[in-house]
């Protein structure tokens, strides 16, 4: 069998499961397993993970998976070579199964993130900290320096409403009295 662990778990493969959260049609399966996996992310004993529910549910939805090896021709029509492939079933989380095992076994699912932004669409961040997207970001900077400037201005029209309106009285000599 397999160690997830072992395979290096690159940004495209967090940006896939995304992309699929955003679009796809098992999103609420695929969204029910990244919770229970994350759920599980704070538990490091043994015996508290082996005896844990959550651990139990998560097998029963593996359990309705199954992968089979085929072969299969791989390369060109002029030149093909028969190769051991897994056949992941039609369906959608069958087939993104091993690439959310893979990130979860790195430690990397609760990356996986809705938008704290307007649009709360998923994103693999790509620290661990980011929780909005770069689209959300622009559009919140773009804003803020609308605020910072709408301030400045209305200081400045405050300023020269008082200066016009309240100008203190000055006395013949010049001075203010
Ligand atoms: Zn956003």
């Not at 399966?29 to 704070?42: G, N, V």
């Not at 994103?123 to 709408?150: D, I, M, S, V, Y």
């Not at 200081?155 to 013949?172: F, G, I, L, Q, T």
């Amino acid at each position: 069998m397999e160690d997830y662990k072992t395979r290096l778990v690159t940004d495209s493969a967090g940006e896939e499961i995304a992309r699929y959260m955003n679009e796809g049609q098992a999103r609420r399966r695929i969204q029910w397993l990244i919770e229970k996996l994350t759920a599980l992310d704070s538990v490091t004993s043994f015996d508290e993970l082996f005896r844990s529910p959550i651990r139990r549910a998560i097998n029963r939805e593996l359990a309705r998976h199954t992968y089979y090896l085929s072969l299969l021709p791989h390369g060109s029509t002029q030149s093909a070579r028969l190769r051991f492939m897994w056949n992941n079933g039609a369906d959608d989380v069958g087939k993104l199964l091993p690439t959310i095992m893979q990130i979860a076994a790195a430690g990397k699912l609760n990356r996986l993130r809705q938008c704290d932004g307007e649009c709360g669409r998923w994103l693999f961040a790509k620290h661990g900290l980011k929780r909005t997207c770069p689209e959300c970001q622009a559009a919140h900077a773009k804003a803020h320096r609308k605020t910072k400037k709408f301030q400045k201005d209305r200081a400045k029209y405050m300023k020269k409403y008082r200066d016009e309106n309240y100008r203190k009285p000055v006395s013949k000599e010049g001075k203010i009295a």
